[in-house]
Nanobody
């Protein structure tokens, strides 16, 4: 079955941390560039972070220095470590494999002030 399944979201206080995971199945994970997007209520979905097959990364300016994307090809999993969380990070976070145009179901992250 071809799918991406996210986990790790939840409710956290401002300044706290969460680690999101995205497990891939049915795709050649190590051959795929991967990304994390988020969509806050009433706003457009935006790219948060991406990682290439070779491990190069890029981030939206608002999360630089706070979030880290990584991948474990042996586990077919991509991670998003989120530190120093802010209320404006509240959103549904989605995993995406652009070569397959494949989205996960999303996981809610809520940061309270």
């Amino acid at each position: 079955q071809v799918q991406l399944v996210e986990s790790g979201g939840g409710l956290v206080q401002a300044g706290g941390s969460l680690r999101l995971s995205c497990a891939a199945s049915g795709i050649r994970f190590s051959y795929n560039r991967m990304g994390w997007y988020r969509q806050a209520s009433g706003k457009q979905r935006e790219l948060v972070a991406a990682i290439t097959t070779g491990g190069s990364t890029n981030y939206v300016d608002s999360v630089k220095g706070r979030f880290t994307i990584s991948r474990d090809n042996a586990k077919n999993t991509v991670y998003l470590q989120m530190n120093s969380l802010k209320p404006e990070d509240t959103a549904v976070y989605y995993c995406y494999a652009p070569a397959r145009d494949l989205w996960g179901q999303g996981t809610q992250v809520t940061v309270s002030s």
